[in-house]
Structures are given as structure tokens and as C-alpha cells.
């Protein structure tokens, strides 16, 4: 079966960092592109950051010149660095994979998604 694990949320002052790790793992052929997104309480899930299996990465305005996306294709792995953090960041992160190729779901794929790790920026 193909599962997302995310890992590396907690709690961190403003003005601290976290990193996120997401890892897919199973039967994968492919994946077209891998996400973080974060819903806040009263918010709607939004869009953090992308990148591509070619490595291209777009970013929401609200994180642009603090948060960096990369990942590994060998490993199905995407990360998420976080720096300079600010309380209106405090969400559960969610990561995506946009149609993830495998036999079963050959050849549409499918998006799939982790449980979420929670990240609290507090003083």
C-alpha cells in the first residue's frame, strides 16, 4: 500500500526553524510532483510549497524568502525547511503527492496524503 509519513513538527519560538520531512513509500512508479500544505483552525487548507520530480518549486507569498522545498527522487522523499517562523504559521503541515503512478492505479495515478504533523510557533 502506499503510505505518506510525515515527521518533524513540535513546538518552536518565533523566530526559530523546524524542519519537515515527508516520505512515500510502496510500489511507486512515479510521482509528478510532491507538496506541503497546512490548514490553521478556522482556515482553509492552503498551498505552502511544490516541487516538481524536474525540481521546479513555486511557493505561497506568506513564505516566500523563509521556507525551502527539496526533495529526493531516488527516495520519494520531500522536505520542508522552515526558518524564521512566525506565530500565523502555526498549522498542521499536510504533504501531497500529485498522481502518484503505480501498478494498481495505472495509468491515471492518484493524490495521496499524509495525517498531518503539527507545527506551533508560540513564545
Known amino acids: 500500500q502506499v503510505q505518506l509519513v510525515e515527521s518533524g513538527g513540535g513546538l518552536v519560538q518565533p523566530g526559530g526553524s523546524l524542519r519537515l520531512s515527508c516520505a512515500a513509500s510502496g510500489r511507486i512508479i512515479s510521482i509528478d510532483a510532491m507538496a506541503w500544505y497546512r490548514q490553521a483552525p478556522g482556515k482553509q487548507r492552503e498551498l505552502v510549497a511544490q516541487?516538481?520530480?524536474?525540481?521546479?518549486?513555486n511557493y505561497a507569498d506568506s513564505v516566500k524568502g523563509r521556507f525551502t522545498i527539496s526533495g529526493d527522487n531516488a527516495k520519494n522523499t520531500v522536505y520542508l525547511q522552515m526558518n524564521s517562523l512566525k506565530p500565523e504559521d502555526t498549522a498542521v503541515y499536510y504533504c501531497?503527492?500529485?498522481?502518484?503512478?503505480?501498478?494498481?492505479?495505472?495509468?491515471?495515478?492518484?493524490?495521496?496524503w499524509g495525517n498531518g504533523t503539527l507545527v506551533t510557533v508560540s513564545s
Open positions: 516541487i516538481t520530480s524536474g525540481g521546479s518549486t
Open positions: 501531497n503527492a500529485d498522481r502518484l503512478l503505480t501498478r494498481s492505479n495505472w495509468p491515471y495515478g492518484m493524490d495521496y
